[in-house]
């Protein structure tokens, strides 16, 4: 499963976001977001495979975000051109 959703990270465009659920469901495994979850912590290179894009089903960042936490998670999603208030991204806007 891990390199499906490595793979599934990699068809995310610009400046949308998606969710561990939407990434278990589009593999096929609905329900398996925390597997989802799991892959992305083994993620070997943040660079390639972008799973900052991934926030939880609230839009919520992750506070165990494998390349630095959650303020370089913001970061990059605003680099991006997603807004984060609250450590939250707007789901209606922002979601692919």
């Known amino acids: 499963m891990q390199s499906q959703v490595l793979e599934y990270l990699l068809t995310i465009p610009r400046g949308k ?38 926030v939880n089903s609230k839009g919520e960042l992750s506070g165990r975000f494998a390349f630095g936490g959650i303020m370089i998670q913001q970061e990059r999603l605003e680099a991006d051109g997603i807004e984060v208030i609250n450590n939250r991204v707007d789901l209606k806007k922002y979601q692919l």
């Open 17 to 54: 976001v998606v969710t561990y659920g939407q990434i278990a469901e589009a593999l096929g495994c609905p329900g398996a977001a925390r597997a989802v979850g799991n892959a992305l912590h083994k993620n070997p290179d943040g660079d390639k495979y972008p799973c900052y894009k991934v």
